[in-house]
Every structure is written in C-alpha cells, then in structure tokens.
C-alpha cells in the first residue's frame, strides 16, 4: 500500500506543472513569491529544480526553514522551463545563492529530447542571469538514475547523467563556480541509485536527502562565507 501510494504520489507532482494554460510553471510559487516580496524577508538562497528538489521541500521542510532557504521545484520540469522561470522563481527573491539542479526530465524525454549540450547551455544560462543579478549560482550534479519508472523505453540513461555531468562540472571548475556532486555519493556500481538510498531508482528517499543536506551545506558556507 505504502509502495502504490508513492507512485500515486510521483505521478501526480511530476506532471504537476504540464497544463496547456501553464507550462512552464510560472503559476506554482507565484503566491509565496508575492508574499516573500512583499513582506521583504527574503530567502538566503533559493533551490531551484525539479521533483527532486521538490520532494526535498516535502520531506525536509524544517531544512529549508531553519535556514531560510526556500524551495523552488516542480515535477516534471526541464532546464528549458526552469530557465524560462528563473527570473520568477530564483532573481526577483533576492537571494544570495541558487542552488541548481536540473536534467533529469531532459534524459527522461519529458518534453522533448535535447542533446546533453544543450542541458549544460541551459544551465549555463541560468547561471549568467544569477551572476548579473549578484547572486551566487552552485551547480549540483544530476543523481544517479539507471531508468525512469514514466518513462521505461528511455536507454542508457545512467550514462548520458554522467556525461552531462562531466561537462558541468568541467564548466563549473573552469568558471569558478561550486559544483556539488550528489552523484559520486550515491551512485552505485551502475551508476545508478541502490535501492536502499531510493525507492524509485530516480527520487532519493526521505533519509537520502540527509546525505545531500550535508554536501549541499558544505557548498553554501563556502559561498556565502
């Protein structure tokens, strides 16, 4: 029953964000982001993602409170939509620091398939609009994924993740910028996710996001001090 209602779950928050009306998910946070505005107490730093990052939100909201960090994923997203809400969702809440992880869903096929390039450029992208509006950007790595539950025709997806992700940490060594590597911590033989740490073999389990915690907070003091 538990194992039915995740899936139940998983489903309904990764396509969460696709309707014709909004696509690229401007509507979600834009409530909070008002409220955030208006109040002027704004976040340290912003997670900006996928359901991955959403999930973390879920699971761990004491995390993103306790820091003043401030959750900004929604299932189902590429780096082409995360990038198209950047500016919503990451610039206009004055952070110091975003974190970003994204790719997954453009391995997944979500949308449409890009070649692993492109992901890097939209990341990339994202970055820049971060560095021109003075706020620091780290890259994550994609976690580990050998197949996707939604999407089980898509083939070597565990090494298409660490192509993409040689190439952002390649860019992000050569240009400064702090890579946190989920992957190297829990990836396992295949360079996939053990079925201890992920009950889906994509999405991290709530315990997982402890060992995440610890690397993503060991990126922000060095940022940010």
């Known amino acids: 029953m538990k194992k039915i209602a995740f899936i139940s779950l998983f489903f309904s928050m990764t396509f969460a964000g696709?309707?014709?009306?909004?696509w690229f998910g401007f509507n979600r946070f834009k409530a909070d982001n008002e409220r955030i505005i208006k109040s002027g107490q704004f976040?340290?730093?912003?997670?900006?993602?996928?359901?991955?990052?959403?999930?973390w939100a879920f699971y761990h909201p004491d995390f993103f409170s306790q820091h003043n960090y401030?959750?900004?994923?929604?299932g189902g997203q590429t780096s082409a939509q995360m990038l198209v809400r950047f500016t919503s969702d990451v610039i206009d809440?004055?952070?110091?620091?975003?974190?970003?992880m994204a790719g997954t869903n453009d391995v997944a096929h979500n949308t449409y398939w890009v070649e692993p390039n492109q992901v890097v450029e939209n990341v990339i992208a994202m970055c820049n609009l971060a560095r021109a509006n003075g706020i620091i950007p780290i890259i994550s790595s994609i976690p580990p994924c050998a197949g996707?539950?939604?999407?089980?025709?898509?083939?070597?997806?565990a090494q298409?993740?660490?192509?993409?992700?040689?190439?952002?940490k390649a860019y992000a060594e050569a240009n400064h910028i702090v890579y946190v590597d989920y992957h190297a911590a829990l990836a396992d033989e295949q360079n996939g996710f053990p079925k201890r740490l992920?009950?889906?073999g994509c999405h991290p389990n709530a315990d997982t996001y402890f060992i995440m915690e610890k690397l993503v907070q060991q990126a922000i003091s060095k940022v940010l001090n």
């Open 18 to 22: 696709f309707s014709q009306e909004d």
């Open 43 to 55: 976040p340290d730093v912003v997670f900006m993602g996928n359901s991955i990052t959403e999930y």
């Open 70 to 74: 401030c959750g900004r994923g929604i």
């Open 93 to 100: 809440l004055h952070p110091k620091a975003v974190v970003i």
């Open 148 to 157: 996707f539950v939604w999407r089980p025709e898509i083939e070597n997806a």
């Open 160 to 168: 298409t993740i660490v192509d993409i992700n040689k190439i952002l």
């Open 198 to 200: 992920s009950d889906d």
